[in-house]
């Protein structure tokens, strides 16, 4: 069932990494975050690696409509 009540995230500045996204993505895959529209990241340091695992998680998730990366080492490898 999804859980209607929460449509945004917000985890800013929080040292997530490349392995915090690895998280979320586990989390936002599951039938109860579909309703995620909102995925804030800024400043979290998840370079490369971090956006190819959220890249595969947009593929699924197809809910989240606003994602805010900025300040985040992606350079251009990680923002193809």
């Known amino acids: 069932e ?16 490349a ?5 979320i993505g586990q989390a936002l895959r599951s039938s109860s975050a579909q ?6 990241l800024w ?8 956006a190819r695992v959220l ?3 947009l593929k699924e998730n197809r809910s989240i409509r606003q994602l805010d990366l900025r300040g ?5 490898e ?3």
């Open 2 to 17: 999804k859980n209607r009540s929460i449509s945004e995230w917000h985890l800013v500045g929080g040292g997530l990494q």
């Open 19 to 23: 392995s915090g996204c690895e998280a």
């Open 35 to 40: 309703c995620i529209e909102t995925l804030n």
């Open 43 to 50: 400043g979290n340091n998840i370079g490369v690696a971090g």
């Open 55 to 57: 890249a595969d998680l």
């Open 72 to 76: 985040n080492a992606l350079g251009a």
């Open 78 to 80: 990680g923002t193809k």
